[in-house]
């Protein structure tokens, strides 16, 4: 029974068949629905070199939630629902987002680099993220962007592109290709000791090339066809992963990564013409400067009714007025200068498969100087491997380079300062004075400049460098990647001068003390090494985390020697061999310094859904230059951005409009002081052998500078791209700032390093474009830009320490003062009330506003500034199909400039360089002469040659130049261009620093002149 009614539960039977065959029905149609409803697809990504990406988002265009990423090899695999002709969208950091229907096989694709995406890129050096998820203050530009203002190099590109980036111009060195720019990044952080020499500026900005420091020379070098991408990181967020090397900004450049696939060869070429820019120079003819001889009292003697001294000044003055009347009128100007002409060349060939991947490259550049005898020549190398193995991939770049200097003979002031009533003396037979008399045993000799420069010199010297950087890469995962480096850069440098004992320096010199030789070496050896591990993933599809820590080391050793001797018999053969001795009270010198420091730092990055962001990073620093008691240091920094345009309320008016703010403390660990007590050993001998001197007193508690940063920031551009702007408002407070204080001579040292003093910078820096034409699918686009900086500094926390450093600056004639309240922009001098046209005596303002004729230096105030209101450029940009125009101009609107020529060639000239030195036109026609003359400048026959720094050699400096002209041209897409075998090609031609007007009129380029130029360059790949 019980049996019975088991069997009743369990089917037999047809009952059997009929429900297995329900059952079978059901289950194929639930397959049936399942295959309807998920499709998996499978697929590769690949870049330009046919190399898989990893890290690529792929989505299902219109249904949120559906995606994967690549893996190391650029494979996918995705699940998507079941859809009537499916749409994936694949995206990836600094590429061309594209959309490709499914067509049921496996997808091959592949992304192509947008330079427009590239923008939205941030590139620090170690890695790189969207500028949307970004809170810091960055500025990106192409390789293009750069070539089409110039190809002189990239830093004279930045100064044109970024406002806050700037090259301050040398007056004194002018257009010398020998010569490092002086540039900063919004302003320097520091004080720059004028008691201490540097190899380099260290308030300048810090240079990273492919990952790893370099110097501002290898910089300047650096062929302009190299470059993929310059990045200028400007606030505590951006530089954060620098830390203690980042107050003054940093520079990051990439080069151009080698191509995968069958050979390719790109070749960058440029030609450069350059002529001297004389147009500042105001200089007298002949007649003229007779004539101010005689009005200035040159010619009276200096005893009244001395019959000698009389007759001696008549002859001089007769000989040179018959020289006048004969029509010797030269133009000394002239005869250093030439027409420059510099040639560059670069040539990269790339290849390989998806494993491996080369890259060599030969670089050419030699640059005349527009000064005989003066200009450069660059070789170099460089080889690029990678290789990569599933989750591994590795990378090498080695580059050598070779440099060699050589400077002109003779200063161009020396020619400036030739009398123009002097003829040239015959090629070949130059006499060594242009003029040469003795007036009561007083000797006025000209020496001349064409013999000095004849004679056997040297003046120049040579540097080879090689870097080599390795780095290795593992991916475990889609969110984790392991990073190391090891880095050596090496150089050696070489410099040697000599003069010859026949030159006119040596006049009044002992015979056996005759001629010059000197030479110095450099070796700098640098080693550094990182590992990094970077964590990146996205939760729920909003909270988007990144996570970053490193930790790095860096040893700099530099060792430095150098000699001079004398006594030089001839100078058929310029070697110390030759040489008598050393120098009274001189020797060989010898030194070695080596700075290690280690840091670790931690980054983290987040973003919610597209619009909240925030920044964080800490970072813990040690250098061997920082005072024993304060070894390490801790910098941080932080930022928040909202991406307002992501927003629902914004609507699609605007595609970007984003807010910042960001603060943080980097510090400044690139000044070459010594916190530690140090000795110098002594030649002499003694009964316990070799002694040492104390050279230097340490400062056990000296901190390094740290600069408190704050940024906030603006980002907007309009859908339709007919306006774009982005604008910052910063505040960088540096304390403490290293100085230099002078000890009381009992200790035995003049100087301490010590912490004193506090200097801040505000500022505004603003970038716009509009474009009134944009029309890309007919090839035309027109836009226009403008740029600007405004800011201003100011120093604090200064005591009287300082005085003697004020005082230094006094005696140098220098009109900066370090004092509270004041900036290193201000000019520091006694207010004038004019010239009285009574007596052609100044009158000074003194402190209490009264008047005087006798000069106090107690009454200097602040008269003035060097620092512009405003300075930018404003330009303009024109692209039709294959035609590029680029017009660049530099504006400076309300800066203050002390003219020295003013006081140095107007007015304090003494009697005997009034004689044997031409002078400026005002000179003679805008001093005071007689009772009644309104004049600008002192009785012409004042001789006074007393520092009197006054406000009327103030002028205001309003500036606007043509600093770059481009016209371009583009071949692309032209059928004869496949069948050369030729896959792009390009020419350009500049006009750089071609005009200006200016509200001033000052000498420029005193030792070497400024220059103008044309340039012509071509790119191509084969």
């Known amino acids: 029974m019980k049996e019975k009614r088991f069997m009743e539960f369990f089917p037999t039977g047809d009952k059997l068949r009929k429900m297995f065959l329900t059952m079978s029905v059901l289950f194929l149609a639930w397959v049936g629905v399942s295959a309807q409803e998920s499709i998996t697809v499978t697929g590769q990504v690949l870049d330009n070199t046919k190399q898989g990406i990893p890290g690529v988002t792929v989505a299902l265009k219109g249904v949120a939630g559906v995606g994967a990423a690549t893996d190391y090899d650029g494979k996918f695999v995705l699940k998507i629902p079941a859809a009537e002709n499916p749409v994936l969208v694949f995206s990836f950091i600094g590429m061309k987002t594209i959309e490709v229907a499914y067509a049921g096989k496996e997808m091959v694709v592949t992304l192509e680099d947008d330079a427009e995406v590239l923008e939205a890129v941030v590139v620090t050096g170690i890695f790189e993220r969207k500028a949307e998820s970004f809170t810091g203050s960055v500025a990106t530009f192409k390789a293009e962007d750069l070539k089409m203002i110039g190809t002189s190099n990239v830093l004279q590109s930045l100064k044109s592109l970024d406002p806050a980036f700037q090259i301050t111009a040398n007056n004194l060195y002018g257009s010398d290709p020998n010569r490092l720019p002086d540039v900063d990044v919004r302003g320097k952080s520091g004080i720059v000791d004028p008691s201490l020499e540097y190899e380099t500026d260290p308030n300048q900005p810090l240079f990273i090339l492919d990952g790893i420091e370099v110097s501002l020379q290898t910089i300047v070098d650096l062929p302009m066809d190299r470059l993929a991408s310059v990045t200028i990181l400007k606030d505590a967020s951006s530089t954060a992963i620098y830390g203690s090397r980042a107050a003054n900004g940093v520079i990051v450049m990439e080069t151009v990564r080698p191509q995968s696939g069958e050979l390719q060869i790109s070749y960058g070429g440029s030609l450069s013409v350059e002529w001297p820019d004389l147009s500042d120079y105001n200089m007298m003819n002949a007649a003229e400067k007779l004539e101010f001889e005689r009005l200035a009292g040159a010619y009276s003697p200096s005893v009244i009714n001395d019959p000698k001294e009389l007759l001696d000044y008549n002859r001089l003055y007769n000989e040179r007025l018959y020289k006048v009347k004969s029509g010797v009128n030269t133009y000394w100007l002239n005869e250093p200068v030439r027409t420059g002409f510099t040639h560059k060349h670069n040539l990269f060939l790339s290849g390989g498969d998806a494993a491996m991947v080369y890259g060599f490259g030969l670089n050419y550049a030699n640059t005349q100087g527009v000064m005989k005898e003066s200009g450069n020549e660059v070789m170099g190398l460089n080889l690029t491997l990678r290789y990569r193995k599933g989750e591994f991939m590795f990378n090498n770049n080695f580059t050598l380079e070779n440099r060699s200097s050589w400077n002109p003979p003779v200063a161009f002031s020396e020619y400036v300062k030739a009398n123009p009533f002097h003829e040239k003396t015959q090629p070949g037979d130059p006499q060594p004075y242009l003029g040469y008399a003795a007036i009561l045993g007083t000797t006025v000799a000209e020496a001349n400049p064409l013999y000095n420069a004849s004679q056997n010199y040297l003046n120049g010297g040579t540097t080879l460098s090689f870097r080599e950087n390795f780095q290795g890469e593992w991916r475990p995962s889609n969110e984790i990647m392991v990073r190391g480096r090891l880095a050596l850069n090496k150089s050696i440098g070489k410099t040697e001068l000599f003069k010859s004992p026949y030159h006119t320096d040596f006049r009044n010199t002992a015979q056996t003390e005759k001629g010059l030789y000197s030479k110095s070496t450099r070796e700098v050896t640098n080693y550094s090494g990182d590992f990094g591990v970077t964590y990146a993933k996205v939760f729920n599809e909003v909270h988007n985390l990144n996570v970053f820590t490193r930790a790095e080391f860096l040893v700099d050793k530099t060792v430095t020697d150098s000699y001079t001797v004398i006594g030089f018999a001839d100078d058929n053969v310029p070697n110390p061999s030759f040489a008598n001795q050393y120098p009274t009270s001189s020797k060989a010198s010898y030194n070695e310094v080596e700075k290690r420091m280690s840091n670790f730092i931690g980054v983290v990055n987040y973003m919610y859904a597209n619009r909240y962001m925030a920044d964080f990073s800490l970072r813990y620093d040690g250098a061997s230059n920082f005072g024993s008691n304060n070894r390490y240091t801790t910098t941080w920094s932080a930022g928040i951005g909202w991406n307002v345009h992501r927003e629902n309320f914004i609507g699609d008016w605007a595609s970007l409009l984003k807010l910042r703010f960001s603060m943080g403390n980097p510090g400044n660990a690139n000044m070459s002081y010594y916190t530690e ?227 140095s060639r107007i007015e304090g000239i003494s009697k005997s360089r009034i004689l044997s030195e031409n002078q400026d036109k005002r000179a003679l026609y805008d001093r005071w002469q007689k009772p009644g003359d309104v004049a600008r400048y002192r009785r012409i026959n004042d001789h006074s040659t007393s520092s009197r720094m006054t406000d009327r050699y103030l002028q205001k400096k309003n500036w606007f130049a043509g600093e770059s002209i481009t016209v371009g041209y583009d071949f692309k897409d032209r059928p004869w261009l496949e069948s050369a075998g030729i896959s792009t090609l390009t020419f350009r031609a500049y006009m750089n620093d071609i005009f200006k007007v200016t509200t001033i009129k000052q000498e420029r380029g005193l030792n070497f002149p400024f220059a103008r130029s044309v340039s012509f360059s071509m790119n191509m790949t084969f």
């Open 677 to 903: 007590i140090s000795y110098v050993y002594d030649a002499l001998q003694n009964l316990f052998g070799t002694g040492v001197d104390v050279n230097n007193f340490g400062n056990a508690n000296l901190k390094g500078e740290k600069t408190m940063d704050y940024n906030g920031g603006l980002d907007f551009a309009l859908s339709n791209g007919f306006f774009k702007v982005t604008a910052d408002v910063y505040r960088k407070v540096t304390d403490p700032v290293i100085i230099t204080v002078s000890l009381p001579p009992s200790t035995g040292m003049s100087t301490l390093l010590t912490n004193y003093a506090s200097k801040s910078i505000t500022g505004l820096t603003l970038n716009a474009t509009i474009t009134p034409i944009n029309r890309p699918k007919d090839q035309l686009v027109w836009a226009l830009t403008f740029n600007g900086r405004s800011q201003k500094s100011e120093y604090g926390d200064v005591d009287k320490n300082l005085d003697a450093l004020n005082e230094q600056l006094l005696q140098n004639s220098s009109l900066s003062r370090i004092r509270n309240g004041s900036s290193e922009f201000d000019y520091w001098a006694v207010r004038s009330a004019g010239i009285d046209p009574a007596t052609g005596n100044e009158v000074y303002i003194k402190k209490d506003g009264s008047y005087s004729f006798d000069y106090d230096q107690n009454d200097e105030v602040v008269v003035g500034s060097s620092n512009p209101t405003l300075e930018g450029r404003i330009g303009t940009n024109l692209r039709y199909k294959g035609w590029t125009v680029n017009m660049a101009f530099h504006y400076i609107f309300g800066a203050d400039a002390y003219n020295t020529e003013l006081r």
